[in-house]
């Protein structure tokens, strides 16, 4: 990842949350890997971005990057200086190697390869802090966090995957019906083991929902577009219309137009009150050729039936 979560975004540090949120969108839906297979470059800008807006998008954690309290990572920083003084303090044993007169810890004297060899063992397993003092050796695990694409209809109307972890193995997902872009889901105990007798931390999973040509979603509405001939919006009729779960016939009724817009009730997703509704929007299409017979009819039926639709209608 890049040093600077600002630059992965295409952004500056005065970005709005929400300029931070459209330019994660923008980039994670131009370089998913699943619409860009075997394009590396497209994977790590990718990921890059997901690893950005993860730590911009919580405003505590975007102010302590800010202020250099944590890195581009989330990784606590040492305040300045903290290593120099944690060595001059009389009950570190490294202090004692200092010259009586006061110098500098780090001079004369002072073995920094023990120093710092003694801070990652000590930080590495649990008994200690990171400067020898004692510590519980019982410590929760980390918490570990993912990116699972996903496809349309698996969130819509729900399933189960499994994603492979970093050591291998392979952990099982049920993804909720109604799952939304950019929600989280919590897997208790799937995360890095604890210390000792602590619990195992927790597995966060962020879906990333990849668009669908067919369905469009607003709110808990499912939107389609629908072509109909000339014949079937004049004259009306039963015309198949693909829903989340499969084909259904919905009735267009005689004298439709483009751009009128029929309910189908509850085939929409699952949200908290109830499943939404599918909008389906008519557009009439013209038949691929326009043949004699048919040119003639319409100048016959122009001459004694001309209407204008772009007139203005009275109200009363």
Avoid: C
């Avoid at 023990?114 to 519980?136: E, K, T």
């Avoid at 939304?180 to 999973?205: E, S, V, Y």
């Amino acid at each position: 990842m890049t040093q600077d979560p600002y630059a992965a975004l295409g952004l500056t540090r005065n970005a709005t949350a929400d300029e931070i949120k459209k330019a994660y969108r923008k980039i994670a839906r131009a370089n998913h890997p699943d619409l860009n297979p075997d394009d590396p470059a497209a994977e790590a800008r990718f990921k890059d971005a997901g690893r950005a807006h993860d730590l911009l998008k919580d405003p505590e954690q975007r102010r302590r990057f800010d202020a250099g309290e944590i890195d581009a990572t989330g990784a606590e920083q040492a305040p300045r200086g903290y290593y120099r003084d944690e060595a001059r303090r009389p009950e570190n044993p490294y202090s004692q190697k200092r010259p009586a007169s006061g110098g500098d810890p780090f001079g004369q004297g002072f073995d920094a390869d023990d120093f710092f060899a003694n801070f990652a063992r000590n930080r590495a397993s649990g008994h200690g802090d990171n400067f020898g003092h004692a510590a519980p050796s019982d410590r929760p695990g980390q918490d570990a966090q993912y990116r699972l694409a996903v496809p349309f209809l698996d969130a819509a109307i729900g399933a189960k995957t499994r994603i492979t972890m970093p050591d291998g193995n392979a952990l099982e997902v049920s993804i909720p019906e109604g799952a939304r872009d950019g929600q989280t889901l919590r897997l208790r105990g799937k995360g890095q083991p604890g210390f000792g007798a602590g619990p195992p931390g927790d597995a966060f999973i962020v879906l990333d929902v990849i668009p669908n040509p067919d369905f469009q979603r607003e709110g808990d509405d499912i939107v389609v577009s629908l072509p109909i001939s000339i014949d079937e919006a004049i004259l009306g009729g039963k015309v198949p219309v693909n829903t989340i779960t499969g084909a259904v016939n919905v009735t267009v009724p005689a004298g439709a137009s483009s751009g009128q817009v029929l309910r189908l009730k509850g085939r929409g997703v699952k949200g908290r009150s109830g499943k939404g509704d599918q909008r389906v929007t008519l557009r009439i299409v013209s038949p691929p050729k326009i043949d004699d017979e048919l040119k003639h009819f319409m100048e016959s039926w122009r001459e004694d039936h001309a209407y204008d639709p772009r007139a203005k209608k009275e109200t009363s």
